[in-house]
């Protein structure tokens, strides 16, 4: 189950950028009743802060970890590290939480939820960059 490092990215593309419509998705969803100039703002301040203080920096890292790979050939789960598919667990799991047992308003889901998603989403977009432009540094063959 090994593919070439390049397409880990790729991978790590689909991967994000699917959960990050998932949750673009909710929010946009529950955003209905909810529509604020104060909300929007709230919205696109979420995602600065999402997309500057973690998600920018994540894929900076995990490419640059993709790309230093010795071996050609990795296993696909190699997108991420173990601490990233930790952290991505729990925040699966908080948020279905959150959801099913309504421990947050509706309000806080919009507006949570769609700046969230939003920063996910360029991450996918992100990380399709760099499958596009990556950089080979392997030697030929």
């Known amino acids: 189950m090994k593919i070439k490092k390049r397409n880990l990215l790729l991978l790590a593309a689909i991967v994000w950028m699917i959960a990050g419509f998932n949750i673009l998705r909710i929010g946009i969803e529950t955003y209905a009743a909810y529509k604020s100039v104060i909300n929007f703002i709230l919205s696109l301040l979420v995602f600065l802060f999402f997309w500057f203080m973690i ?5 900076v890292k995990h490419t640059d970890r993709i790309q ?17 598919f ?3 667990a729990f925040m699966i799991t908080f948020g279905i939480t959150i959801r099913t047992f ?3 308003p509706d309000r806080f889901i919009a507006v949570f939820y769609t700046g969230l ?5 360029l991450a996918g977009i992100t990380f399709g960059r760099n ?5 080979k540094t392997e030697t030929a063959n």
């Open 55 to 59: 998600f920018y920096k994540l894929t």
């Open 68 to 84: 230093n790979y010795q071996e050609e050939r990795q296993f696909f789960l190699n997108f991420f590290d173990l601490k990233s």
């Open 86 to 88: 930790l952290i991505m």
């Open 102 to 104: 309504h421990l947050l």
């Open 117 to 121: 998603g939003a920063a996910l989403f």
């Open 131 to 135: 499958y596009i432009f990556f950089k």
